[in-house]
């Protein structure tokens, strides 16, 4: 079980800069069990790469820079029986793990409805880190306190021009 706060800042991208290697990418399905009213969220995440998949239930606080995180690897078997009762909607996307500079950068490139919205999120080891960083040139707009772009809210979403 993985328990820690997450520190975490997210931007929007037009297109994948060329000089980022996206060889190191996972695929991922996930469907939300519940949201409550206050926006915490357990959800269902299934990871997928060539060296098999992986089947994770997270709880997240409701938060934007700083949230909790309780993560936690479920058997297959698990993962199924607890899917049929979220899988209504499921948010797709194609996450690149990016090495640059001395930071982690995950960008996700969203699919189906979500076609064409690239997100990425880099995670701090704090608040004064992440309140530090100066963004890079290639980042867009920054989506940090944006609720519309948080998943839960884009799995609630039919698709893109729902977010024009």
Known sequence: MNNKSEVERKFLLKEI???LDTSNSVQISQAYLFIDED???LRLRKKSNSEGDQFIQTYKSKGDLKRSEVEFEIEKE????LWEHAAQRVL???RYLIQYEHLLI???EY????EGLLIVEIEFKDEISANKFTPFDWLGREITYDA???NKNLWKENGMESLI
């Open 39 to 41: 926006g915490n969220e």
């Open 17 to 19: 800069p060329d000089f």
């Open 92 to 94: 797709k996307k194609k």
């Open 78 to 81: 698990d993962f199924h029986a």
């Open 148 to 150: 519309k772009f948080k």
């Open 106 to 108: 995950e960008l996700d």
């Open 111 to 114: 699919q189906e409805k979500l």
